[in-house]
């Protein structure tokens, strides 16, 4: 089967930094993917990772671990508006993205 | 250059009926991909089209189905419906569904089942 384990909630300070972990075991990888998706609206690509290492993107930053079947996303000098839900999604061996279930993050001031 | 365009946005069936959605992909993008989102759950994978062609299929019953047409617009069809198939469906499109093709999202179509 596949799994993709993401934490439900996180709370963090405005301006503090968080990481958001994803955990996979699925039928083939060709690339880690995170989303942001504010509520009522549509999910936004924020960063891909397909070998070990991580990824720089301004305040964010996702790390993967192949062999661990792990991936975290890092978001640092948090903002209100960073306040979202963060999906973790794999494409798989047939080239299928499945998603996790999705971080809901809130940022308090 | 348009987004991704999903019609309608909101609707309300009963138990029984059956619904069609639409999705319009972004301009030159091929591959549509269909999930279905709730509240506790999360997106889980219905299908995926490419050249009009299934390529993957996820976890749903008969119940749901779906093509894509020759200019790669696409539909997804619920018969029967249930309860439980009260969601928000997202389409989202990518030139390919290869490697680092990115997906990119509608706003969705909110369904209600009474």
Redesign the interface.
């Known amino acids: 089967g596949q799994n993709i384990d993401q934490p439900t909630e996180m709370t963090a300070t405005e301006g503090a930094i968080v990481q958001i972990n994803c955990t996979y075991q699925t039928s083939g990888f ?2 880690l ?1 995170w989303y942001q998706q504010h509520a009522g ?5 924020l960063s ?1 990772n ?1 070998l070990d290492g991580l990824e720089e993107k301004g305040r964010f930053s996702s790390f993967l671990s192949r062999s661990k079947g792990y991936s975290y996303l890092l978001l640092k000098e948090l903002q209100m508006k960073d306040s979202a839900s963060y ?1 973790c ?1 794999v ?1 798989g061996n ?9 971080t809901r993050l809130t940022v308090k001031p | 250059k348009a987004g991704v365009t999903q019609t309608p946005r909101y609707l309300i069936k009963t138990r029984g009926q059956q619904v069609t959605l639409s999705c319009s992909p972004i301009s030159g993008h091929r591959s549509v991909s269909w999930y279905q989102q709730t509240p506790g759950q999360g997106l889980q994978f219905l299908f995926e089209y490419f050249s009009e062609t299934q390529r993957n299929k996820g976890n749903f019953p008969g119940r749901f189905s779906g093509r894509q047409f020759s200019n790669s617009r696409s539909e997804m069809n619920v018969s029967t419906l249930e309860l439980g198939d009260s969601a928000l469906y997202l389409c989202a499109s990518s030139l390919t569904s290869a490697g680092a093709n990115v997906l990119t999202f509608g706003a969705g179509s909110r369904l209600t089942v009474l």
């Open positions: 060709n690339g993917f609206e549509a999910p936004t690509f891909y397909v999906l999604a494409r047939n080239n299928d993205m499945r998603f996790g279930a999705g």
